[in-house]
């Protein structure tokens, strides 16, 4: 099993930066790949970004790419997404998740992950 817990929210104004970790419990989140996503207050939950077991690998929804950089440290069994230029429309609850899969895989629907941490709250203010 992989237990996910994130942190890192907080509010920010409009323009400034965050940084959200994910911590991976056990020895297996190296095995896994990893995602972040996120659900807006009445919004159905959207992929932001994904990266492969070895972080050889990432990918970006359109709206976040140039601004959100997703990487992941084995050794710390941590995932991170920095949170660049943030905008209001980047409010919402930001949510980790994990699936054992290696190779070049990343997911990017929420179907294709397993674990699922329980969120943690962004606020951009304008």
């Known amino acids: 099993q992989v237990q996910l817990v994130e942190s890192g929210g907080g509010l920010v104004q409009a323009g400034g930066s965050l940084r959200l970790s994910c911590a991976a419990s056990?020895?297996?989140?190296?095995?896994?790949?990893m995602g972040w996503f996120r659900q807006a207050p009445r919004k159905e939950r959207e992929f932001v970004a994904a990266?492969?077991?070895?972080?050889?690998?990432?990918y970006y929804v359109d709206s976040v790419k140039g601004r959100f950089t997703i990487s992941r440290d084995n050794a710390k069994s941590t995932v991170y997404l920095q949170m660049n230029s943030l905008k209001p429309e980047d409010t919402a609850v930001y949510y980790c998740?994990?699936?054992?899969?290696?190779?070049?895989?990343?997911?990017?629907?929420?179907?294709?992950?397993?674990?699922w941490g329980q969120g943690t709250q962004v606020t951009v203010s304008s």
């Open positions: 998740a994990a699936v054992q899969r290696g190779g070049t895989y990343v997911g990017v629907s929420q179907y294709e992950y397993d674990y």
């Open positions: 056990g020895r297996t989140f190296s095995s896994c790949a």
């Open positions: 990266i492969s077991w070895s972080g050889r690998r990432t």
